[in-house]
């Protein structure tokens, strides 16, 4: 089972500020890596995808980058409804795994 | 509008059996692979369970083989999830999951759009 961990696992920051967040994978996922955003009580929301394609309706100040084991999301100025969970998740081998979130919160 | 509605879930003891139903509407649903994702209380995502889009292949977390089914009705728009011998540490929100479609291509394994969970509690 491929592992995916996130770091930081909390990150405080203002609005306009800049995030960049991490996800390291225990073996080479190749491309195959997606970001998800949750709010609370929300369901789940696809933002990035194969590594650095936005979804359908995602804003350009989200980004994403990194091949093999490490990738970053990259939200270049935080906005309000930005402050949330985010999960990494890879497709490369079964079972599909996530990473454990970083949770971006307002300072 | 694309929707996805989960039913089924409730409080059931350990070793029962559960039935999750997924109605999915404003999309073409046999085009879609489609999965069961879950979140127990306060933790992360797990996937549980996918389907291709006319059911012949399946894939499961093992965690769950054995155990529970995934199934699809086309005709009727509909995913579900037959759960058996239920544990303690199966309680979480069910969400169900189409795979992620842009212009032209449909993904298994990314994950969009989702629906708003239901709960199964397990305990005695």
């Known amino acids: 089972e491929i592992v995916l961990t996130q770091s930081p696992a909390t990150l405080s920051l203002s609005p306009g500020e800049g995030a960049t967040l991490s996800c390291r994978a225990s073996q080479s996922v190749s491309s195959y890596l997606a970001w998800y955003q949750q709010k609370p009580g929300q369901a789940p929301r696809l933002l990035i995808y194969?590594?650095?394609n936005r979804a359908t309706g995602i804003p350009a100040r989200f980004s994403g980058s990194g091949s093999g084991t490490d990738f970053t999301l990259t939200i270049s100025s935080l906005e309000p409804e930005d402050f949330a969970v985010y999960y990494c998740q890879q497709r490369r081998n079964w079972p599909l795994t996530f990473g454990g979130g970083t949770r971006v919160e307002i300072k | 509008e694309v929707q996805l509605v989960e039913s089924g879930g409730g409080l059931v003891q350990p070793g029962g059996s559960l039935r999750l139903s997924c109605a999915a509407s404003?999309?073409?649903?046999?085009?879609?692979?489609m999965a069961w994702v879950r979140q127990a209380p306060g933790k992360g995502l797990e996937w549980v369970a996918n389907i291709k889009q006319d059911g012949s292949e399946k894939y499961y977390v093992d965690s769950v083989k054995g155990r529970f089914t995934i199934s699809r009705d086309n005709a009727k728009n509909s995913l579900y999830l037959q759960m058996f011998s239920l544990r303690v540490d199966d309680t979480a929100v069910y969400y169900c999951?189409?795979?992620?479609?842009?212009?032209?291509?449909?993904?298994?394994?990314?994950?969009?759009?989702w629906g708003q969970g239901t709960l199964v509690t397990v305990s005695s």
């Open positions: 404003g999309f073409t649903f046999s085009r879609y692979w």
């Open positions: 194969d590594t650095s």
């Open positions: 999951a189409g795979g992620y479609c842009n212009s032209t291509f449909c993904h298994a394994n990314w994950f969009d759009p």
